[in-house]
């Protein structure tokens, strides 16, 4: 059984990531040429044709719950109250909807595995509640996410307003590998307030990774947002290991830390050593100064 609270890596770097095209299981990711961003990429549109391309695909595949996997990320998902973050974090991990939800308390985690090539990866889903009394506690459940997710609702001004303090938050909370996306949700209800141009403007503001439009009611996009999350913690992992880096071994990571920690404690109490020796030293010389000057 896997360990939900174990700690999680941190490896996101890269920002060069590919598209993912629409299909039921198995899904190819090309390269997209319509972003202006070339930090960033284009989400899949359904109504837009994809342009072909001669660069190798990688292959993706949706695994079931019970799927062993390689690679283990945490995604934490934070946004106002109501904005739908537990709905589309169910929609995307298990393809479900419930029209009433409760307000989630504390935390939720949802399971999304998946494989690309020949590397199967489990997205860890943190959906945090939203309600502002509780904020303070959710800043605990920040640590050791490589990615983060900020949704606001199309209907809802002042979630989107308050995409600001989220980003904030998951500054000061997070590693600053942590990439970040922005997430515009309930595009299926014709009460709009919030314009797509809006969403993209304040994508390249906060130079945001990603800027998707969502509907956990409609399905439209929420698998999409995990499956963009996990291609870009992939091409990540496939940087470090072209590198000899790969920091994805929990117990590698793990007594690094440990050697890190004794180091820092080590020198810590080597200059307390050192400062006390230099204070019994200008004792000494006082003491000195003082026989002296009575002698």
């Not at 390249?204 to 913690?233: H, P, Q, R, V, W």
Request: charged share 30%; glycine share 4%; hydrophobic share 30%.
């Amino acid at each position: 059984m896997e360990n939900n609270s174990a700690p999680l890596p941190q490896v996101i770097l890269n920002k060069n990531f590919p598209t993912p095209i629409h299909g039921n299981q198995i899904i190819n990711l090309e390269k997209s040429s319509d972003s202006v961003d070339s930090d960033s990429f284009t989400p899949f549109d359904p109504n837009k044709p994809q342009k072909p391309t001669n660069l190798q695909k990688n292959k993706i595949e949706i695994l079931n719950k019970e799927a062993k996997t390689d690679l283990k990320y945490k995604v934490i998902v934070v946004g106002n109250s109501g904005v739908g973050k537990s709905c589309l974090s169910l929609r995307g991990a298990e393809d479900t909807f419930k029209e009433s939800h409760q307000l989630t308390l504390g935390t939720e985690i949802y399971n999304f595995k998946v494989k690309i090539n020949n590397k199967s990866l489990h997205l860890q889903i943190w959906d945090t509640c939203g309600q502002e009394k509780y904020r303070s506690l959710i800043k605990n459940y920040y640590q050791n996410s490589s990615l983060a997710i900020i949704v606001y609702s199309v209907t809802d001004e002042k979630s989107f307003n308050d995409v600001d303090e989220w980003y904030k938050q998951i500054k000061l909370n997070t590693s600053p590998e942590c990439k970040i996306f922005l997430i515009a949700n309930k595009v299926d209800l014709p009460e709009r307030k919030i314009k797509t141009e809006q969403g993209n403007t304040c994508k390249n503001t906060y130079k945001f990774d990603l800027f998707m439009e969502t509907s956990a009611k409609s399905g439209f996009n929420s698998k999409e947002l995990f499956i963009n999350g996990a291609n870009i913690l992939y091409k990540e992992y496939e940087t470090l290991i072209m590198y000899g880096k790969n920091s994805n071994n929990n117990e590698e990571k793990i007594l690094n830390n440990i050697k890190k920690k004794k180091f820092a404690l080590k020198k810590k109490n080597n200059h307390k050593d050192n400062k006390e020796e230099d204070e019994d030293e200008e004792d000494e010389d006082e003491d000195d100064n003082y026989v002296n000057c009575c002698a």
